[in-house]
């Protein structure tokens, strides 16, 4: 039995899903689909039958596909996932590990790294500053800067693994946030 279903929002990206969904694994996922004129859901139907597909007429942004995505799971945990990314063979079990090990935490990041400069960190981890803007801390530096467990304010949507039981307390992903910070 998983622990842990992948929900991937998607708006025209069926060029990122021909990249992203082979790196998965046999782990559960979701695809919400957000009015994509493309070939993103005749792809995923003809391709990826096992994926679980959720059609919008619109585009209802990252945070409501998300949580459209995250009512349908049925596992203790979910993995939000940008479509533009790709996982490492061990990522999601290592995000389990972290999660399994404290039942006070809330959500655990991956350490993401910039598609086309793999070196060189993308998020790992969301912080504001005293003025309230968000940021990616460490962005830009090489990979290696991050290479341990640490505490952080917040979790970057692209890759996070959030324990439903407190998504549920919270009433999930604020939907007034279409994408974005």
Same mark, same amino acid.
């Given at each position: 039995?998983?622990?842990?279903?992948?929900?991937?929002?998607?708006?025209?990206?069926?060029?990122?899903?021909?990249?992203?969904?082979?790196?998965?694994?046999?782990?559960?996922?979701?695809?919400? @689909?957000?009015?994509? *004129?493309?070939? /993103? &859901?005749?792809?995923?139907?003809?391709?990826?039958?096992?994926?679980? %597909? =959720?059609?919008?007429?619109?585009?209802?942004?990252?945070?409501?596909?998300?949580?459209?995505?995250?009512?349908?799971?049925?596992?203790?945990?979910?993995?939000?996932?940008?479509?533009?990314?790709?996982?490492?063979?061990?990522?999601?079990?290592?995000?389990?590990?972290?999660? @399994?090990?404290?039942? *006070?935490?809330? /959500? &655990?990041?991956?350490?993401?790294?910039?598609?086309?400069?793999?070196? %060189? =960190?993308?998020?790992?981890?969301?912080?504001?500053?005293?003025?309230?803007?968000?940021?990616?801390?460490?962005?830009?530096?090489?990979?290696?800067?991050?290479?341990?467990?640490?505490?952080?304010?917040?979790?970057?949507?692209?890759?996070?693994?959030?324990?439903?039981?407190?998504?549920?307390?919270?009433?999930?992903?604020?939907?007034?946030?279409?994408?974005?910070?």
């Amino acid at each position: 039995m998983h622990k842990t279903t992948v929900v991937i929002p998607n708006y025209n990206g069926c060029h990122f899903l021909r990249e992203c969904l082979p790196t998965l694994g046999d782990v559960p996922v979701i695809v919400v @689909d957000n009015g994509s *004129t493309d070939d /993103s &859901v005749s792809f995923l139907e003809e391709n990826y039958p096992r994926v679980q %597909l =959720i059609e919008n007429d619109t585009n209802r942004g990252f945070c409501g596909a998300s949580n459209q995505g995250i009512r349908a799971v049925a596992t203790p945990y979910v993995f939000l996932l940008n479509n533009d990314t790709k996982l490492e063979k061990d990522c999601i079990e290592k995000l389990e590990a972290c999660m @399994d090990s404290d039942p *006070t935490v809330f /959500s &655990v990041q991956a350490k993401m790294l910039q598609m086309a400069h793999p070196e %060189l =960190i993308d998020d790992a981890g969301d912080f504001y500053c005293a003025l309230g803007w968000a940021y990616a801390r460490w962005k830009g530096k090489p990979a290696e800067r991050c290479r341990k467990r640490e505490e952080i304010y917040a979790s970057c949507g692209g890759a996070v693994l959030y324990r439903i039981e407190y998504l549920k307390i919270t009433g999930g992903l604020d939907e007034n946030h279409f994408a974005y910070l």
